[in-house]
């Protein structure tokens, strides 16, 4: 029977990853699968699968993880709370649930094949809303937001994971299957444009920075640094230019430019307001009372009434998963967890794919609260796997820093 259950197991694991983009037409089918592989994991796991954990980070993310829950219980949140606190242990059991898996290759397939899934289905319906509209924008129309299969922003997060999943996988020497690497690689890169995904375009261009400081030859690499930044500096310059024909006008910069970056401009200035106005946080107010504090910014220092309405109806969040931490759950809480990414990057620095994944979950956290979806919470589960289990990106192909 165990052997049976240990057959299946990883099958079963492989399927969760390609129902999550679903999870908005099928959202009983994931959490069906996720109960089949805690049912089945006590049958099926050793001890010598643990061995296989980096113990230093993991134990500081489940400390991070339980001062969550102790934090919520000592102040009487851990209700209202525990809505976002299992997301952030649905992470943590997306690790353990992996540790019995031996082959890496099936759940690499699962996170490239639902992106292209994604692609497919998002690609379709667009064409549909082209061929029934008259007057359409790509990236910025309202039609084409709602026809994409889920988010914009996740949706650019499994595109990246996909083309770093599909870089890890080219072989350094001539290989037939190079050529569908390479195929999936240009495909999301295709998309991440065509949806106009600022925030993962900006990922790319820092991950392939960061490509440039791994391997030989870096006098050829650190020129090519140079002119990227160049490029990159004069952009955000030029788009920072504004009209200044009205005293009215306001100056909008860079990042406020699209409605994405408006709102989370919009929200961060409340962030920044309420950070002022508690001083330092040391055990935090929760997450209800995170968002009434925002909402009462957002009430009295939006001018716009029908901006103030959207906001204060829609209850925006922080948009950034470190502030959010802050706020909810205090100084100790922020600490745990920025220990853990600053040991997994500390472990990895000489190593470029470990340290691209990082970067990707980084910057996620910057602009998003990755935690406040379930489908974001198992995104962060992929890339806690591959900085939490050793060995995890060296199965398919060697570290490309040694080329």
Not at 116 to 133: D, P
Not at 152 to 166: D, E, K, P, T, V
Not at 356 to 381: D, K
């Amino acid at each position: 029977m165990r052997i049976l259950l240990a057959s299946i197991y990883p099958y079963i694991y492989v399927l969760l990853f390609l129902s999550i983009p679903f999870d908005n037409y099928v959202r009983i089918l994931p959490n069906i699968l996720m109960g089949i592989l805690v049912v089945t994991f006590p049958f099926i796991i050793k001890r010598e699968h643990f061995t296989k954990l980096n113990k230093t980070p993991t134990l500081i993310f489940a400390a991070f993880c339980i001062y969550l829950v102790i934090n919520a219980a000592i102040f009487n949140r851990l209700e209202e709370d525990f809505v976002i606190i299992k997301k952030v242990l649905l992470s943590l059991g997306f690790v353990l649930l992996y540790i019995p898996i031996r082959d890496s290759k099936k759940i690499n397939l699962a996170i490239v094949f639902s992106s292209l899934a994604i692609i497919l289905f998002s690609v379709v319906n667009i064409f549909i809303i082209i061929n029934t509209s008259e007057d359409i924008v790509l990236g910025f129309s309202r039609q084409v937001i709602e026809a994409l299969l889920i988010d914009r922003i996740y949706l650019g997060f499994i595109a990246i994971l996909s083309i770093l999943i599909s870089y890890q996988a080219l072989k350094r020497k001539f290989h037939p299957e190079n050529k569908y690497h390479l195929l999936i690689i240009i495909i999301n890169v295709l998309f991440i444009f065509l949806m106009v995904s600022k925030i993962a375009v900006i990922i790319l261009g820092l991950l392939l920075l960061t490509r440039q400081l791994y391997g030989p030859k870096k006098w050829i690499r650190f020129p090519i640094v140079l002119v990227i930044l160049v490029g990159l500096s004069a952009l955000i310059l030029s788009s920072t230019k504004v009209s200044a024909s009205s005293e009215d006008t306001s100056k909008i910069s860079f990042f406020e430019r699209t409605l994405t970056w408006e709102l989370r401009t919009e929200v961060w200035k409340c962030v920044d307001r309420i950070n002022r106005n508690e001083g330092f946080i040391l055990y935090g107010f929760g997450f209800d009372e995170t968002k009434n504090k925002l909402t009462a910014c957002y009430s009295d220092r939006i001018d716009d009434p029908v901006k103030k309405d959207e906001f204060v109806e829609s209850r925006y969040n922080t948009h950034n998963q470190f502030v959010d931490i802050y706020f909810n759950s205090g100084f100790i809480a922020i600490a745990l967890f920025v220990l853990f990414l600053l040991l997994v990057f500390f472990k990895n620095r000489r190593k470029f794919m470990p340290t691209a994944f990082l970067i990707v979950l980084v910057s996620y956290c910057m602009v998003e609260n990755v935690f406040h979806r379930q489908i974001g919470s198992y995104y962060v589960g992929f890339i806690l796997i591959v900085m939490l289990i050793q060995n995890q990106l060296s199965e398919n192909n060697k570290e490309k820093n040694d080329e």
